[in-house]
């Protein structure tokens, strides 16, 4: 039997519990600052503090302030924390998947309204000077095709290749479909004994290599992974391991890049962002490696994947969202959008960085250096729909199923054609 | 002869492998981006680089981080001891209504998880205007029901009658708690305010959710720095682990003695 002390404690924590029901609509967490929350750190915090500064300095009314948040990991939990608490920066960095869920709970302003404004808008030259596809990422067929979210760091899916090991195979030229890759990968392991491709398992990677062979991951609702294209590469990595011509590294780890860079491997696949790092690994030496698009069916009519984050602007105060606005208006400006490309390596996504004296310097101090941004024409960005950050696990579930031999080409893409619709639907409905 | 041999054999295999991982990080704390990188298991870097540590502290703040971590650990550490005391004491020795069902509350409280209660706290934090404060950091977690839970415990073990006999002399529950009780409990104090102090000093998600400021952070948080979305930085965030572990490795050393006795008397593992 509860006896009436604890009947009246209980009483008492179900009125607190009660108690924490919250108002509806969103408050800024500063009133008075326009907070951004941002993963830049050391050299590159410095340089995105400076172009604050140098926005805050060129007008009057609330200043804004780039706050270190953590990883994009951490700010996505400490964002749909403070939806909860229903107070929220004006701005922070989101991958597409996590806009979704920003959208879905009702914190993200459009930015068409503020596109079109005809006093901070852009004109339709300066919509025309973006890169197509950093637009449309942005762009949630889910919620009307709204613009719910603007380009911030931006790169592309790349091939980069150890020269060193190649001429040891009496290579001469990297690949430039995937014939051609997968012979290459024969010749290097049997003329030099090495793994010719360290395998980082990734779903972007995957999608890229579906893309560079006509294909596409997902039609409406339903995905395509049962897709030629899509079978193709689960067939790839399936020979790959079964010739021990490929090796998966750990997860999450970078080990591919100190392969490339200690002479053991051919090739690699990462986000163009990656090169300043392999060039310091490869300590300057940069005669010894290269970048490139990577391999296609056919290079007539290349694809690769666009990478990257870009900034959301959350509901706060009509002020605060105005300016964080224009903000992001200054920020993806020519002249800035070269100066973030020369401080980070991320791309510029204006197409008039290709006449930016500068670019054109940058590019000059080594043959590759502009490899990244020519791929931009023609990079294609994955999915933004709900759901799609589960599916990416799924697709990675399924290249170590084939790497591991746990399922075969055919099995693996069934499975995860099935388990990927599953998600979908779900999220969807 | 022969099995002590093989005791101590184990003993020092047991010592080295416990110890290799702490050797690693101070080795690699010395050597270059390149070197650090490599995935041979050699130790020693080429050349010494006592740089990094200059670019460790020119790449975040780290004294500001330190002071207001120690203000942080410190003052949480003593609440904890406080309010653990306390309420050890209540639900080892006072009888009140309902002391069963409350105490059967507060351990239930350790059932739940951190992520459970991170959105619920941050609500709360965020009402009451706190975030980007020292409050924030330290409230939450002033009381914790695994040290009431310690510090019932040692009560529950002290005689009776020592309790029996301070009344009779005219002694309080509070006189008895602080001048008879607390001093035979103390490495159980000692274990409590080592566990709510590396708590405290370790914890990394509560404080980047509740602060943005650079003013207001914690070394844990310093530490993040070193990761970007291209690659980590393993020399430099091992030359700043090397530094902000130096701490706890001297409050252990400090406090050994007490802490394995109130380990061993309350059967703590790891």
């Not at chain 1, 024409?377 to 170590?400: H, M, Y």
Request: hydrophobic share 45%.
């Amino acid at each position: 039997m509860i006896r009436v002390p604890t009947l009246g404690i209980l009483f008492c924590l179900m009125v607190t519990a009660l108690g924490c029901g919250g108002p509806a609509g969103f408050r800024p967490i500063e009133p008075d600052k326009v907070l951004f929350w941002d993963r830049q750190t050391v050299e590159n915090a410095d340089l995105l503090h400076g172009i604050v500064d140098q926005f805050n300095a060129g007008r009057e009314g609330l200043p804004v302030e780039a706050q270190y948040s953590g990883g994009y990991s951490e700010i996505y939990r400490k964002v749909t924390t403070s939806i909860q608490a229903r107070a929220l920066p004006a701005m922070a960095v989101a991958y597409q998947s996590m806009t979704v869920e920003y959208i879905q709970a009702g914190a993200v302003v459009p930015l068409d309204s503020f596109i079109s404004d005809p006093e901070v808008g852009l004109s339709s030259e300066e919509l025309d000077d973006f890169f197509p596809v950093v637009l449309e990422t942005n762009r949630f067929s889910e919620f009307g095709g709204q613009m719910c979210s603007f380009p911030f760091c931006k790169s592309v899916l790349m091939l980069y290749f150890n020269k060193r090991v190649l001429s040891e195979a009496g290579i001469d030229t990297a690949p430039a479909t995937w014939h051609q890759f997968l012979e290459q990968c024969r010749q290097v392991k049997s003329d030099t004994g090495k793994y010719a491709y360290a395998i980082d398992v990734d779903a972007s990677t995957f999608d890229g290599m579906i893309y560079s062979r006509g294909g596409d991951v997902i039609a409406g609702t339903e995905t395509l992974f049962d897709s030629p294209a899509s079978l193709d590469a689960l067939k790839l990595l399936e020979t790959l391991a079964k010739e021990k011509l490929g090796y998966q590294i750990p997860p999450g780890s970078y080990d591919d890049r100190d392969a490339l860079a200690q002479d053991r491997i051919a090739f690699l696949f990462r986000s163009s962002s990656h090169q300043a790092s392999v060039g310091r690994l490869m300590q300057g030496d940069m005669a010894r490696w290269g970048i490139k698009a990577i391999p296609q069916a056919d290079p007539s009519d290349p694809h690769t994947v666009l990478y990257g984050p870009n900034i959301c602007i959350f509901r706060t105060t009509p002020e605060q969202e105005r300016i964080s606005w224009q903000f992001v208006k200054a920020f993806t400006s020519p002249e800035t959008t070269v100066r973030w490309s020369l401080g980070t390596g991320y791309l510029p996504i204006r197409k008039s960085a290709e006449n930016h004296p500068e670019m054109k310097a940058f590019w000059k101090t080594w043959e590759y250096n502009r490899a990244a941004f020519d791929c931009l024409g023609f990079a294609r960005s994955e999915p933004n729909v709900a759901g799609w950050q589960e599916v990416r696990d799924l697709i990675e579930n399924a290249q170590t199923a084939v790497l591991t031999g746990k399922r075969t080409a055919e099995q693996a893409a069934a499975e995860l054609k099935g388990q990927a619709d599953a998600v979908l639907a779900e999220a969807g409905g | 002869m022969m099995r002590k041999t093989l005791r101590y054999a184990l003993l020092s295999l047991g010592a080295v492998a416990t110890t290799f991982p702490f050797v690693w990080m101070i080795c690699t704390a010395f050597k270059t981006y390149t070197e650090a990188a490599s995935p041979t298991l050699r130790l020693f870097p080429d050349v010494w680089q006592w740089r990094n540590f200059l670019e460790t502290f020119d790449a975040a703040p780290f004294g500001v981080y330190f002071s207001n971590t120690f203000l942080v650990a410190g003052v949480v550490t003593g609440s904890a001891i406080v309010t653990s005391m306390m309420a050890g004491y209540a639900f080892a020795r006072l009888r009140f209504p309902g002391r069963a069902v409350v105490f059967g509350m507060v351990l239930a409280t350790m059932m739940i998880p951190f992520e459970v209660t991170l959105i619920p706290n941050y609500v709360l934090v965020t009402r009451f205007g706190w975030r980007d404060t020292y409050a924030a950091l330290i409230v939450p977690w002033c009381a914790n029901a695994f040290s009431i839970f310690l510090m019932r415990q040692a009560f529950l073990g002290l005689p009776a009658d020592f309790f029996d006999a301070a009344k009779i002399d005219g002694c309080g529950h509070l006189r008895f708690l602080l001048w008879i009780a607390g001093p035979l409990v103390k490495p159980m104090i000692v274990t409590v305010g080592l566990f709510a102090f590396l708590g405290s000093y370790n914890s990394l998600v509560w404080p980047l959710v509740v602060t943005g400021k650079d003013t207001m952070r914690v070394v844990q948080v310093g530490l993040t720095v070193f990761s970007g979305a291209e690659g980590v930085q393993y020399n430099l965030l091992m030359c700043a682990s090397t530094i902000v572990i130096l701490p706890t490795v001297g409050l252990y050393f400090a406090a050994q003695r007490h802490f394995l006795e109130g380990s061993l008397g309350a059967g703590i593992k790891g």
